[in-house]
């Protein structure tokens, strides 16, 4: 499908340069984004959540059948059997089964490497201290299932908690209309998901978050989803863990010479077609590439299906910029904190150590985002609106949790007695520094 080159205007694509005296400026414009909850949206979630925690089924039933058209009289209905998925998967077309399944793999194999392993060390008087990691016991995968359907976003969330050794992976998806997307049911038979549910927005994550007598609380809701579910994901935070609170998509591109001006501008499209605030730029020190990267860019949107979105994206949010060189393109990069980096360079390593704030970095012209998004490997469940710069990617460490381990003898009781009442005392805490002082022999 393409769009009518007629029925686009051409693109409109800010240029920049961080020589200019107004650069600075213009870039915090750029990047600035409102992430407040509407109130509006906090308003209906509040009641929606509040409604779930009451009346649990009944009310789950009733936002299903309001929102999701879908009319169920028992809840139980709602279950997806761990069957359908299994059978989802084997009536895949071979090239789709065996893609889902290589691309399992492969994260599955990445994160592997990231399970915590614990630690215990030995005083000179005998004492022990660690650290145990275990498991968190029951997680909550939201998935989206309105607009479009993300059978990597199951593999994304899921596959890291089930390789950390979470019991249970409970899936909520919206089946709008009744209809169930059969990729995304697979992918959850692949990526190890125990239980599912035709069950979305705020209801389900308060479902999730509280338990009703159908749909079991969790410890922990992973996933993305709209202004709705962001909202209701900040609610229920404190009564269980979330992942985070996901803005639009971001993508920077650092490029010099040699890269192929198709190649970025695709790139470039690849965030912009998710939503009309995705944001997009470009920094390059070659300010030919940048008018080549613009034409690339006109010429290429006529193929895109979502051209219109495509260029309301680039028109709001995006920017060609040009830097004195890679250093300073770098130096931008930390200052906006992108979400997926992309180092379309010569030599990638050579800029690597410059970078400190990215979700994810893509090096070399062959490693485009789009490869990261569906089966490279690393998660693609990313922190976005500069939280890359305290933040990190999903991973297994997000469903693991760590305990202190403290084995104390006789003689450590002595030496650190003392020094615990000492402070306890000096805090006003006499009960404390009772407790530490019982402990210690009198000579």
Request: overall charge neutral.
């Amino acid at each position: 499908m393409k769009s009518s080159p007629g029925s686009l205007a051409p693109l409109a694509l800010r240029r920049l340069d961080t020589a200019a005296p107004d650069f600075a400026g213009a870039l915090d414009a750029l990047i600035a984004f409102e992430s407040a909850q509407d109130a509006a949206i906090d308003t209906a979630v509040a009641a929606i959540v509040a409604d779930v925690r009451v009346r649990g089924d009944a009310a789950v039933l009733e936002y299903t059948l309001r929102f999701d058209r879908l009319a169920v009289r028992d809840a139980a209905a709602l279950e997806i059997p761990a069957a359908a998925m299994r059978d989802a998967f084997a009536a895949l077309p071979a090239d789709q089964r065996a893609a889902l399944t290589r691309a399992a793999e492969r994260v599955r194999v990445y994160h592997e490497r990231q399970k915590g392993q614990g630690f215990r060390i030995t005083d000179a008087d005998g004492s022990e201290l660690g650290q145990r990691v275990t498991p968190l016991d029951r997680v909550g995968i939201y998935v989206p299932g309105g607009k479009a359907a993300y059978p990597s976003s199951v593999l994304m969330n899921a596959i890291p908690a089930h390789v950390a050794g979470v019991a249970e992976i409970v899936m909520v998806v919206p089946t709008p209309d009744g209809v169930r997307n059969p990729l995304v049911l697979a992918a959850a038979h692949v990526a190890g998901v125990t239980r599912a549910f035709t069950v979305g927005g705020a209801q389900a994550v308060a479902a999730l978050a509280y338990g009703t007598a159908t749909i079991p609380a969790v410890d922990k809701i992973c996933g993305p989803g709209n202004a709705y579910v962001a909202a209701a994901k900040r609610r229920v935070f404190g009564v269980v863990g979330i992942d985070m609170v996901a803005g639009v998509s971001e993508i920077v591109v650092v490029a010099d010479a040699t890269a192929n001006p198709d190649w970025i501008a695709l790139d470039l499209f690849s965030q912009a077609e998710h939503d009309e605030m995705a944001q997009a730029i470009l920094l390059t020190p070659d300010a030919g590439l940048a008018d080549r990267v613009a034409a690339s860019a006109q010429r290429l949107i006529a193929e895109m299906p979502r051209a219109q979105i495509i260029a309301a994206s680039l028109s709001r949010r995006g920017a060609l910029v040009t830097t004195r060189d890679l250093a300073d393109a770098c130096a931008v990069v930390n200052r906006i904190a992108p979400e997926h980096l992309e180092l379309a360079v010569a030599d990638p390593d050579a800029l690597l150590p410059l970078i400190r704030h990215a979700g994810a970095i893509f090096m070399g012209h062959y490693a485009s985002e789009a490869l990261g998004d569906y089966c490279a490997g690393p998660n693609h469940v990313l922190p976005t609106g500069r939280t890359a710069r305290f933040s990190s990617p999903l991973g297994v460490y997000d469903f693991e949790k760590r305990s202190s381990v403290l084995k104390l003898t006789r003689a450590a009781a002595q030496t650190l007695g003392p020094v615990a009442a000492t402070l306890a005392h000096g805090e006003g805490l006499t009960a404390h520094a009772r407790s530490a002082e019982a402990r210690v022999t009198k000579s």
